[in-house]
């Protein structure tokens, strides 16, 4: 899966991610990076609203699973089993959600399970960053089921 493919897939399943204005940035071995205007996003306060923010770093994990199942050919869908979001500082601009892949272990033992058992479960993490700060991170569990 690519950047356009991955961008068409969000704004066609995930009606949300258009509407906040995501854009894909990057997809690679290394992870998925999204991006996301602070315009389509803003508070009260001129800052990003928390669900928006919370939304961004969710989705950029959630394509992160979604593009590994589809490159690994492996018939199935991920979905969120939980999650925890901190925010470390305001988001006063534009920002980015930056999921890393999982660790080659962790990810090995998702697939084996998942091909095994038809249910898997993997923790994965995405990190928000605006004007080359660290402004938030989530922590999630995801469970992938074969179809």
């Excluded at 068409?8 to 995930?14: A, F, G, S």
């Excluded at 509407?19 to 508070?43: H, R, Y």
């Excluded at 991920?78 to 534009?94: C, R, T």
């Amino acid at each position: 899966m690519n950047r356009t493919e991955l961008q068409e897939y969000l704004y066609k399943n995930i009606p949300l991610s258009k509407a906040i204005g995501i854009e894909v940035q990057e997809i690679s071995a290394a992870g998925v990076t999204l991006f996301a205007p602070l315009a389509q996003n803003v508070n009260h306060q001129g800052t990003v609203f928390a669900g928006s923010a919370s939304a961004v770093a969710l989705l950029s994990a959630w394509a992160l699973l979604s593009a590994a199942l589809k490159k690994e050919s492996i018939r199935g869908r991920g979905v969120v089993y939980n999650n925890s979001m901190s925010y470390d500082l305001p988001i006063a601009g534009d920002f980015t959600a930056f999921a890393p892949a999982p660790d080659a272990a962790a990810w090995q033992r998702f697939k084996k399970t998942l091909r095994l058992k038809g249910r898997a479960r993997i923790r994965l993490q995405a990190t928000l960053y605006s004007n080359g700060q660290q402004v938030g991170k989530m922590e999630g569990d995801f469970v992938g089921l074969a179809e």
